[in-house]
T-cell receptor, first 114, second 114 residues
Framework: GAVVSQHPSRVICKSGTSVKIECRSL??????MFWYRQFPKQSLMLMAT?????????EQGVEKDKFLINHASLTLSTLTVTSAHPEDSSFYIC??????????FGPGTRLTVL | AQTVTQSQPEMSVQEAETVTLSCTYD???????LFWYKQPPSRQMILVIR??????QNATENRFSVNFQKAAKSFSLKISDSQLGDTAMYFC???????????FGAGTQVVVTP
C-alpha cells in the first residue's frame, strides 16, 4: 500500500515550452504532497508543499510563477514548469503525506530541456 | 533553521561487513523525526528506518540500526552484513512530523564490494 506514481518518467522538451509532471497517490488519499528537485550527484531540495484545494506553499528562492503547482484532487498534484530553460533540467520527485509510515516517494521524473 | 550534515561523501565496504554512516543535525525543536533513505541507481527513494526523537530506544529494521544521540544531535546508521544490493546513496533526513516535508543531508554513497 501507499504507492505514489509519477508521469512521465522522462521528458525532453525544447527551451521555452512548458512541461507538466503528474504525481498520483494510487491507493490512498493525500491531502498534502511535496515536490523536490535533485540535481545530478546532489541531494533533494524541497521546492514546494502542495495542499489539496488551496494554493501551494513555495520554499524560499523557488519561483512560483515558473513552477506552477495544482492539487485539484485528493490523489493528484501536478507541477508545470513554464517556459523551461536548460537550467531547469533536473530530476523532479514528489512525495505524499501518508500515515502508512513516513512520506511516500514517487519514482521521479527526469526533465531535459534542450 | 534546521540543517542536516552528512560528512562522508562515500564509504566502501566489503560484502558481509559492517559500515556506519554519520549524520548530525541542528534544531531547536524538542520533538521531531529523523529518517534514513536509500536511493539506488533507479533513483527511487526507499525508506530504510525512522526514529522519533521522543523515543530513547534506537530504531532497528533487520540489518539496519541507528544510534540516536539526542543531546549530541547525532543520528548514525549502521548497516550490518552488507549485501551487494545495499549499494546506493543514503540520505539522512529531518522532519518536524512523521509524514511531512523533509530536509535532507548531502548524502553518502555506499559501495559494497564482493
Amino acid at each position: 500500500g501507499a504507492v505514489v506514481s509519477q508521469h512521465p518518467s522522462r521528458v525532453i522538451c525544447k527551451s521555452g515550452t512548458s512541461v507538466k509532471i503528474e504525481c498520483r497517490s494510487l491507493d490512498f488519499q493525500a491531502t498534502t504532497m511535496f515536490w523536490y528537485r535533485q540535481f545530478p550527484k546532489q541531494s533533494l531540495m524541497l521546492m514546494a508543499t502542495s495542499n489539496e484545494g488551496s494554493k501551494a506553499t513555495y520554499e524560499q528562492g523557488v519561483e512560483k510563477d515558473k513552477f506552477l503547482i495544482n492539487h485539484a484532487s485528493l490523489t493528484l498534484s501536478t507541477l508545470t514548469v513554464t517556459s523551461a530553460h536548460p537550467e531547469d533540467s533536473s530530476f523532479y520527485i514528489c512525495s505524499a503525506r501518508s500515515i502508512a509510515g513516513g512520506p511516500q516517494f514517487g519514482p521521479g521524473t527526469r526533465l531535459t530541456v534542450l | 533553521a534546521q540543517t542536516v550534515t552528512q560528512s562522508q561523501p562515500e564509504m566502501s565496504v566489503q560484502e558481509a561487513e559492517t559500515v556506519t554512516l554519520s549524520c548530525t543535525y541542528d534544531t531547536s525543536e524538542n520533538n521531531y523525526y529523523l529518517f534514513w533513505y536509500k536511493q539506488p541507481p533507479s533513483r527511487q527513494m526507499i525508506l530504510v528506518i525512522r526514529q522519533e526523537a521522543y523515543k530513547q530506544q534506537n530504531a532497528t529494521e533487520n540489518r539496519f540500526s541507528v544510534n540516536f544521540q539526542k543531546a549530541a544531535k547525532s543520528f548514525s546508521l549502521k548497516i550490518s552484513d552488507s549485501q551487494l544490493g545495499d549499494t546506493a546513496m543514503y540520505f539522512c533526513a529531518y522532519s518536524t512530523d512523521s509524514w511531512g516535508k523533509l530536509q535532507f543531508g548531502a548524502g553518502t554513497q555506499v559501495v559494497v564490494t564482493p
